[in-house]
């Protein structure tokens, strides 16, 4: 069985960081491309990155370059997503999701970001 | 970037009747390889996301028959031949053929009436 679980989410203030994990299991996680995607109280999902097999390519959204890294350990079958100068526009529930013909198949249960002084 | 835009918003239907939720592209998603990468997802209230449909008109495994996906293009539409209690949601539309970003739909809420 799939499972991703996320972990990491806190109240952090603004200007904070944080670092989200994904652990994986039930799949090969070094053969799927890996997702972050977000979604702020009562509003929609967004997109934030995106990760391939190995780590060497990554992609994310305007709204968090040069803040947000994302990464992985295939040894530890974990997902990262590093979260520099937060802001409250940052406040959000964090997915991880693996991928499957470049959509997000499996998602896990989401860990709270709250940004706020 | 691609625009997502669905139409109803808000999805109120009678238990056993059929329901349509149409997403629209700003970009045509046809990718050079010739797939279009438009995915489907449902959100029960408190529940992660779960995808219903990929590349267009794919079922994901599980997802119960009554739910299809069609469209071409920049038009696209879900469709539940008959609505359960269990299908209200939130349902959002994605593209993954101009990334990135990856860009959602702002989601439709079916309810029940």
């Known amino acids: 069985e799939v499972q991703l679980v996320e972990s990491g989410g806190d109240l952090v203030q603004p200007g904070g960081s944080l670092k989200l994990s994904c652990a994986a299991s039930?799949?090969?996680?070094?053969?799927?491309?890996m997702y972050w995607v977000r979604q702020a109280p009562g509003k929609g999902l967004v997109w934030v990155s995106r990760?391939?097999?190995?780590?060497?390519?990554?992609t994310h959204a305007d709204s968090v370059k040069g803040r947000f890294t994302i990464s992985r350990d295939n040894a530890k079958n974990t997902l990262y997503l590093q979260m520099n100068s937060l802001r409250a526009e940052d406040t959000a529930v964090y997915y991880c999701?693996?991928?499957?013909?470049?959509?997000?198949?499996?998602w896990g249960q989401g860990t709270l970001v709250t940004v706020s002084s | 970037d691609v625009v997502m835009t669905q139409s109803p918003l808000s999805l109120p239907v009678t238990l056993g009747q059929p329901a349509s939720i149409s997403c629209r592209s700003s970009q045509s998603l046809v990718y050079s390889d010739g797939n279009t990468y438009l995915s489907w997802f449902q959100q029960r209230p408190g529940q992660s996301p779960r995808r219903l449909i990929y590349k267009v008109s794919n079922r994901d495994s599980g997802v119960p028959d009554r739910f299809s996906g069609s469209g071409s293009g920049t038009d696209f539409t879900l469709k539940i031949s008959r609505v359960e209690a269990e299908d209200v949601g939130v349902y959002y539309c994605?593209?993954?053929?101009?990334?990135?970003?990856?860009?959602f739909g702002q989601g439709t809420k079916l309810e029940i009436k």
């Open positions: 039930g799949f090969t996680f070094s053969s799927y491309w």
């Open positions: 990760i391939n097999r190995d780590g060497s390519t990554t």
């Open positions: 994605m593209q993954g053929t101009q990334w990135p970003p990856f860009t």
């Open positions: 999701a693996r991928d499957s013909y470049t959509a997000p198949d499996y």
